[in-house]
């Protein structure tokens, strides 16, 4: 019975995650900044197998060294918690990005400090690996793999500071993770493993908050990407049960656009009205 610990574990994702590795009969620990919040923690002990088999722990990425108990005696740790807004009380970080960075620093110390985790997997963003040209022109590469970085330096269409800081967050602390795996240690002590996830599939709002968001996507990739929710789950899962496996895989298997949407909605749902305005 694998013992694994799930970091964010109120997210979207997070629940789906915990829910599948509780299914798959793993002991669970996993964290959440406020224990207090009765409608977070209620929802993951209600899950079939948490009272058995889930352990709940209070940890936040802006005090890092509270992820360390979660951490202790497990195997596997799923990392999926990700500071979104900067902590305006914080007086040791100036952003989001630095928070991050920090915390993906001082949990693989934890992991090493463990003697017991035998892989890290993180869910990383498909927003860190954008294949914009870095040369000003504002065209794309011919390509779009693991090898792609979202240059921190370009302006593009439909962003804002917050969407930019998040892009920043997740790259660098990606970065900082994938160090691990070629650092100086001949024999690391574990593996580390990122996963870029593309735009989750969930049932259409009409709000255009985010349709906002997908134009942005658009913009920074050329392109908007789709997985399942359970595809995702499956892909961390993947990672966990591989002999050996270590590195960055983009988690999307096409890139469509916004238009090839629109398109291949309007000829399946014709009685839909969808509007065209500003989808490319």
């Not at 009272?51 to 509270?66: G, I, K, N, P, S």
């Not at 693989?108 to 003697?115: D, F, G, N, Y």
């Not at 399946?268 to 509007?275: G, T």
Request: aromatic share 8%; net charge negative.
């Amino acid at each position: 019975m694998s013992r694994v610990c799930v970091t964010g574990a109120a997210g979207y994702i997070a629940t789906w995650l915990v829910k599948k590795l509780l299914g798959r009969g793993c002991v669970v620990h996993a964290t959440l900044r406020d224990l207090g919040d009765e409608k977070k923690t209620a929802l993951l002990r209600r899950m079939l197998g948490a009272a058995e088999r889930l352990v709940l722990f209070e940890a936040d990425m802006y005090d890092a060294a509270t992820f360390e108990p979660a951490i202790a005696g497990c195997e596997f740790v799923f990392l999926l918690a990700t500071p979104l807004q900067h902590d305006p009380t914080s007086t040791k970080y100036k952003n989001n990005t630095e928070a991050a960075v920090d915390a993906m620093r001082v949990i693989l110390q934890q992991c090493e400090r463990s003697k017991t985790v035998r892989r890290v997997i993180h869910t990383a963003s498909v927003t860190a690996a954008s294949p914009l040209r870095e040369d000003h022109s504002g065209g794309y590469k011919d390509f779009i793999n693991e090898s792609c970085w979202s240059p921190l330096n370009l302006t593009y269409d439909f962003t804002n500071a917050h969407l930019n800081g998040y892009v920043s967050s997740k790259s660098l602390s990606e970065k900082e993770l994938l160090s691990y795996n070629s650092s100086s240690s001949p024999s690391p002590a574990f593996e580390v493993v990122t996963l870029a996830i593309p735009v989750i599939v969930s049932p259409l709002t009409g709000d255009e908050l985010y349709h906002n968001a997908l134009k942005f996507m658009q913009a920074l990739l050329g392109s908007v990407p789709l997985a399942h929710i359970d595809d995702v789950c499956d892909a961390h899962v993947f990672c966990m049960d591989q002999p050996s496996i270590a590195g960055r895989f983009l988690c999307a298997a096409g890139y469509p656009n916004m238009k090839d949407y629109i398109d291949r909605f309007a000829a399946k749902y014709p009685e839909i009205e969808i509007k065209l305005k500003e989808y490319v």
